[in-house]
């Protein structure tokens, strides 16, 4: 007989009753995901905007006393409720917003086997979804055979991308650090703040990166570019990665990336597409032409949790040169890597060590939507932007400022300011909108990036946006 | 009347018909669950574990067409079906597993609002609840004030600790890079793989990373780490970062973290403890003398997805001084935060943009078990490794190799090469278990994170593997 202790025997039990407590928990749930689903879309109370109101209503104290189930599902159910939707109509305030439904199923399906996506004995099947879905979407790109990685989100993205593009140029600085001052990187004055942000974590230091202008219509001016590699060139400098923005946070616009990747290339330095928020458009012959020239890119940064509405997170870093994210990233770990070859252990090319499984959800929209549908959805997303922009222009109250780049549509209240109107919206619990300045002046944006938007919500955000104004003036 | 467009309107649909495909969805998947659940501890199919037939058989491409819901919902069911469950008590191969169900319930509530957790503006009460985790869950550890960022995974949390280290050692390394050479790390040499893997990162540089050898039991050399900071100091060089291993990953052993802090600190150095598998036991009367001094670190991860059973990802970095975060990883971005104070909007203190919603599923765990729950969760986790070692010492056909230093327990098959045993049960879809070199020898490693468990599981855990090795002897 094996030594046994009574307090560590549970009554015997069935599979079933194994999981009996999950189960339960599952339907009390379903009725909560319900009644969300059907309240998503009204204002938000708000008292549950202001956070000390918040703090003061809710009770949300972690001590000593355990509760039962039953009372922590309410609790949720009461936090969610205070909690806005990014599927709302009233949410327009960043680049991701609505859902694809078999996607946010997905999702929570994946929850169930909980798997670690660094190997294929950890994780199997899972693992030939997650390198399905690189070899497609590196194919979409005109990058075929591309390795991928999923990352955490487009900054970690970008920040993968400097570190291959780095030890690439200076193979030795993984083991013995970055020669000071020898690099520089170029991104526009609109591209994303992770590029300075990144450059600083990976030891290039952010006096590294020149911020080259944009042109009135927010691009990266090619002739500036040339001018600033030509200058590092002739200071000694080696410029190491160019990053062009296929998809500005602010604005939508995409940096040309054909002639940025000649004169990239020509200076030795690494073409990285930060396609965070637009590499999606590659899937839309409508916006295509704005990312034409993606595929001489040396890596591409793409989220699918912005424009294809699978929750967040769903994060792609492609690289062309196969081989290069293990130079970068691979340690010995026996304990880990005890199975199959390197291909179907992504742990080898991954930034983390543990991975959640932000690919099934992908896959699963994939599959539903495919290539076909991500081309309607997409042409309804920039539908959506050009419609919004003939209103506001249209209508003596707002000012477009720009024909929308893509799907982000800058505009104005006349005679009160941007900020004020969304602070004003943000505080009466109405709307979820931001503010970004372009070209000089504060923009109230509009991200058209719900495809389940229709002409009558696009009034009716627009007629929140000027009842505040009118409150304002 | 302002402008239409016929192909962009909606039928006319109240909140409720707006979500109803989700709604539907939802209600079939929730039978997906259940079976799933019910089905979690059988032996897995071993065509499943090849990957070669397991992708002749599944379909996984991506291509043009799409296809309905129904049947993409049943392709999930299929695939979840080849895929490992981390909840089996067939599932022993990592550093977590088992679920705490109000977690997973709360995981999938999660995804329907879909915040990302930048801002109060974006995420709402959703705030309040990740900092309300950082306040108790510092003070838990002694650590009272300290601040907090939710990182995914340890590797990542691990990398921020050396950055804010770095960075606070050098302030000026953000802007204009790091001195090369300049600077030393120490850890065991059983630490994790990420403290080197980091370093190369960080442009620290890999080299810099000195093993420090451990004890008989697994544990950092206190007095061989003296001599390492004596000797680099001697060389001119700067004690950067003590890395201390709360719970390494084959062992489960502890680093005595209260001589080594009083090291790292009268070298001027930063003690970071690698909690990121056992700072839990903090939690725990049994277990808290293992942590003993972890209140003297500078910073602490911690991994809830591991030893607390919530789905992956969530963990934690705690920075004893509050302000360095922001210091490494701030930028401005108008365009993002308009509202609220810096503590309030994370995303300035966050390696991502874009960030997930990784606390509410621990902290409706938290109200479930409270302190006391913890207490005893982790207590089982513990009598359950010493249980599994009394019956691995009792059996002659087993040798234990040590005394489990906290939940892994280490042991051979008699006259088996460990690799082998482990390889076989995967093979034939019996058990996930790995192996590790414990001492210079080959150890199959089994790790009782998993407090579901009980005295006849672990029996038929034993009886898996005494079969193979039977097999292969």
Redesign the interface.
Known sequence: M????A????P?RS??E??A???D???R??R???D???????P?DPA??D?DR??AR?D??????????AR??A??ET??A??????SWRFV??L?GG?E??A??????A??????MYT??????????EL??VR?MAAKLGLDGAEGAFL?????ANLVAL?VARDTAEPQ?????????RFTLYTSEEG???L??NA?????????VRGIPVDGAGRMRVAALAVALDRDRAAGRTPLVVNATAGT??RGAFDPLRPIAELAHAAGAWLHVDGAFGATLALSSAGRALVDGIELADSVSW?P?KMMGV???SSLLLVARPGVLAA??D??????F???GDE?NPGHRS???????DA?KL??A????????WEARVG?QL??AR?AA??ID??PELELLEPPPSINVCFVARGVAS?AV??RL?HDGRL?I????VAGRRAI?LVCVNP?L???DL?AI?DEVKRAARGLR
Not at 366 to 373: A, I
Request: proline share 6%; with cysteine.
């Open positions: 094996p030594p046994s202790d307090r560590l025997e549970n015997p599979d079933a194994r999981g407590d999950l189960v928990l599952l339907e749930a379903a909560i995901a319900r969300f689903v059907a309240r998503e879309h009204r938000v549950d905007r956070p918040l703090r809710l949300l104290e972690l001590g000593a006393a355990g509760r039962d189930g922590v599902l609790e949720l936090l969610l205070a909690t806005p939707s990014s599927s305030n960043q991701f859902r439904p078999i946010t199923v997905a999702e929570m399906l929850v169930l086997p909980n798997v670690s294929f004995k950890a994780a199997g099947a899972q693992i030939l979804v399905e879905l497609h955490p989100g487009g900054s970690l570190l600085a993984r083991d013995h650090g970055v020669t000071p001052g994303h703040y992770s300075p942000k600083g974590i990976l030891g290039l230091g952010r006096d590294a946070t602010v989220d949790h929750p967040l997170q970068s990233l340690e010995r770990a026996d304990y880990l005890q199975l199959h179907l930034l983390q060590c543990g991975r959640r499984n099934l896959w699963a994939w599959r539903r939507l495919g290539d076909d549908g309804r539908e959506l419609l003939a209103k249209a209508d900020d969304c602070d943000d979820e931001g503010w970004g300045d944006r389940e229709d002409g009558r009034d627009l």
